[in-house]
């Protein structure tokens, strides 16, 4: 399970980190809401759930929250880097056809991270069945 947590808190904090490097050079897209304000708050989402595998790993709850923040992430990447969805509502457009070296590592990261998230969610039940079952000697 170590490896898993290491895996998912690192691309977590890898996407958190890129987010807030970022925002202010989204600040003028907007709509009702500015491209900057969504990636900051994409970066304090995916900060709080690095902190969350960290700590309170036992439940699949926060794995599951690990997955939907990084699938969530690269999702959104990826549809406006391939998609011109234009503005919905609030939300401005975020269309941006180019690969750049903070994009593709926020990318790669939050791939690694949803993937480890999933492993994590499918395997903590049997880890804390494992030990539940192991008595108090931990054997």
Same mark, same amino acid.
């Given at each position: ?35 900057? =304000?969504?990636?900051? $708050?994409?970066?304090? @989402? +995916? &900060? *709080? !759930? #690095? ?52 994009? =593709?590592?926020?990318? $790669?990261?939050?791939? @690694? +991270? &949803? *993937? !480890? #998230? ?22």
């Amino acid at each position: 399970m170590w490896l898993l947590r290491l895996l998912t808190a690192a691309g977590l904090v890898v996407d958190a980190y890129v987010h807030a490097e970022l925002a202010g050079a989204y600040d003028g897209v907007q709509a009702g809401v500015s491209e900057g =304000t969504l990636f900051r $708050v994409e970066a304090a @989402v +995916a &900060a *709080l !759930a #690095a902190l969350l595998v960290l700590v309170a790993w036992r439940s699949r709850w926060v794995w599951a929250f690990a997955f939907v923040v990084a699938a969530s992430a690269l999702g959104t990447l990826l549809l406006y880097r391939y998609v011109d969805v234009g503005t919905l509502g609030p939300l401005p457009n975020m269309h941006e056809p180019v690969w750049y070296p903070k994009k =593709t590592v926020s990318a $790669v990261a939050e791939g @690694v +991270a &949803a *993937l !480890a #998230a999933a492993v994590g969610f499918a395997t903590v039940g049997r880890y804390r069945l494992a030990s539940s079952n192991a008595g108090p000697s931990g054997r």
